[in-house]
């Protein structure tokens, strides 16, 4: 048997991190990011849409993510039109996976979990959380997005609150040594969920 976790949070709020914590623990990992940065690059399947619908944002054969940003800061329809083509595409890429792993625990790192109604193919979601200000802090300390950028994101996202309200599981990503003990507490308790299935 394998059991799908889905691993969801804010941006900002650990999801790539806590996924390498559950990776170190064996379970095989999907990720959402990932697969659209592969989609985006030269060569990848969302390169031919995305260049019939927004034929500026492509650079070198590549979709250029810092071309997009500058869309949809312009049109506030864009982004509702970029998804249209990616996520169909992100959900081919979910599917392969999922039909090669090898792992008993599968993890779903999807950003947009909930506000893609991915709760319905997974058997339980874990959330990442932390607080508000770390949240601003780690997401400009990166130095990729300004204060705009990261409000937009945020308003467009389920509030953390819900998110964490809708989870089965809730992890604090405070510091790394606690982040690690909550994520081998949560495969401990699916074992035992699945060992009680089985
Ligand atoms: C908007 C884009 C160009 C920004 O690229 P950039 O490299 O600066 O940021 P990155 O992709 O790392 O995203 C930063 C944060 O914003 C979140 N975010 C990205 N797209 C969206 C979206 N459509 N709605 C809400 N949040 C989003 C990400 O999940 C992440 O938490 C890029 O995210 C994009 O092309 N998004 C559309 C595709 C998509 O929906 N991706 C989400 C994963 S399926
Ligand atoms: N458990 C933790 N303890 C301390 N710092 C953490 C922890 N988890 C994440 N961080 C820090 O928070 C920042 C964001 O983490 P990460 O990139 O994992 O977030 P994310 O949710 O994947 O981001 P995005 O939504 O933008 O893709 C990084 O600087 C990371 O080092």
Redesign the pocket.
């Known amino acids: 048997m394998t059991f799908r976790l889905g691993l969801t949070g ?3 709020m650990g ?1 790539s991190t806590t996924a390498r914590l559950f990776a170190e623990q064996g379970c095989a990992v999907w990720d ?2 990932a ?2 940065h592969r989609l ?1 690059s030269s060569g990848g399947a969302a390169v031919a849409p995305m260049a019939a619908a927004f034929p500026d944002a492509i650079q070198d054969g590549a ?1 250029s ?1 810092d071309a ?2 500058n869309i ?1 800061a312009q049109d506030a329809d864009a ?1 509702k039109r ?2 249209s083509i ?2 169909p595409l ?1 959900a081919q890429d979910r599917a392969d996976f999922a039909a090669q792993a090898q792992a008993d625990i599968l993890v779903f790192d ?3 979990l909930f ?2 109604g991915g709760e319905a193919r997974v058997d339980a979601v874990a959330v990442v959380s932390t607080d508000a200000d770390t949240q601003r802090a780690r997401v400009l300390d990166r130095g ?2 300004t204060e705009d ?1 990261f409000n937009a ?1 945020r308003a ?2 389920t509030p953390d609150a819900e998110k964490r309200a809708r989870a089965d599981y809730v992890i604090l990503t405070d510091t790394i040594e606690h982040a690690r003990a909550q994520v081998q507490d949560v495969i401990a308790d699916i074992r035992k969920r699945m060992a009680a299935d089985a």
């Open positions: 804010s941006i900002g999801k959402a990011d697969a659209v985006y979709v993510r997009l940003k949809i982004l970029i998804e990616v996520h992100v999807i950003p947009l506000e893609t990729t997005m950028q994101i467009k996202q």
